[in-house]
């Protein structure tokens, strides 16, 4: 990791995930076709949830107070809380209540300001075995996404598939730190990285791809983006993945030597990125993998070519 983008300490309020995941929203609003008005649904997704600086927001709901600020009062509203893999499960949630005909678009989004747990662990850390090390590689980001419903092939979600196995729950935990009551991240590296633990995601993917005859080397993905956990991860993920699908992986894109992990922004911070520098070609299919505490995994893979950044 070369570098990460850190909150706004220096204004007589600070920068918070609200204040983030608003700037998100509205940009994203304003590059689509909708007002704030024609959206059914707001889904938060952020781990942190911090608004007037740097409080602690819990009630109402994080989606209520967005879709107050951004005018779809009217939106159906509702957080999700679910680690890492957060937008992700909003992204689930939407594409089946779009698909269910319940909705017909909504706009999912986060805030995360997680950096004070980098704070933290610099303060509080012995050396690199200590369960914070981990928390040194983080960084602030916001982003928003609006799924509607398809019209064609040309923009369309394929899949969108998660699972958790909550015996590895314990492996990452986010509370108070024990020594100041300062955010902090606590995680066993060792476990979280083991190839068995590893191996959760394409052996899930492998199944569900086999409930409907279907193999991995067959589905034409064009690209392929990984939580951005580090650049070593990565690799690792994908070395993995190659050995159980016993197929090459596409080619992999990755933000993480520039704006390091972002936690539940990752994936759609590298869309955004490979968009803007032009390096998704238009019609390309591409694949997220979500890696979460919890343990969270999955797939989404969706066809690109409309989108412009």
Not at 264 to 272: D, G, K
């Amino acid at each position: 990791m070369a570098e990460r983008r850190v909150a706004d300490d220096t204004a007589d309020v600070p920068e918070d995930c609200l204040m983030m995941a608003l700037s998100a929203a509205r940009e994203c609003l304003d590059r689509s076709q909708y007002a704030p008005g024609d959206i059914d649904v707001v889904i938060s997704c952020s781990i942190s949830r911090t608004t007037d600086g740097r409080r602690h927001h819990f009630e109402p709901s994080f989606a209520h107070r967005i879709a107050q600020e951004l005018g779809a009062a009217g939106a159906i509203h509702f957080d999700v809380s679910n680690a890492c893999a957060g937008m992700m499960t909003g992204v689930y949630l939407l594409d089946r209540m779009i698909r269910s005909g319940e909705v017909r678009n909504g706009l999912v989004l986060s805030g995360e300001h997680i950096t004070p747990i980098a704070f933290t662990a610099a303060r509080e850390m012995e050396d690199s075995r200590d369960p914070q090390f981990a928390s040194l590689s983080v960084g602030d980001s916001a982003v928003a996404v609006i799924v509607d419903r398809s019209v064609d092939d040309a923009d369309v979600i394929h899949d969108v598939e998660l699972m958790t196995c909550s015996e590895y729950s314990h492996l990452c935990i986010g509370m108070p730190s024990d020594e100041t009551g300062d955010l902090a991240m606590y995680t066993n590296n060792k476990m979280m990285h083991a190839e068995d633990r590893l191996s959760l995601w394409p052996t899930f993917h492998r199944d569900k791809l086999a409930e409907d005859g279907r193999q991995f080397a067959d589905e034409g993905y064009d690209f392929i983006v990984q939580h951005q956990v580090g650049s070593r991860f990565v690799d690792f993920m994908n070395k993995v993945g190659e050995g159980i699908f016993e197929a090459p992986m596409p080619q992999s894109l990755s933000v993480v030597e520039n704006f390091s992990n972002t936690a539940t922004t990752s994936h759609y911070l590298v869309l955004h990125q490979a968009l803007a520098e032009r390096r998704i070609p238009k019609g390309s299919k591409i694949l997220l993998v979500p890696a979460a505490s919890g343990v969270v995994t999955g797939f989404l893979s969706a066809t690109v070519s409309s989108l412009e950044v």
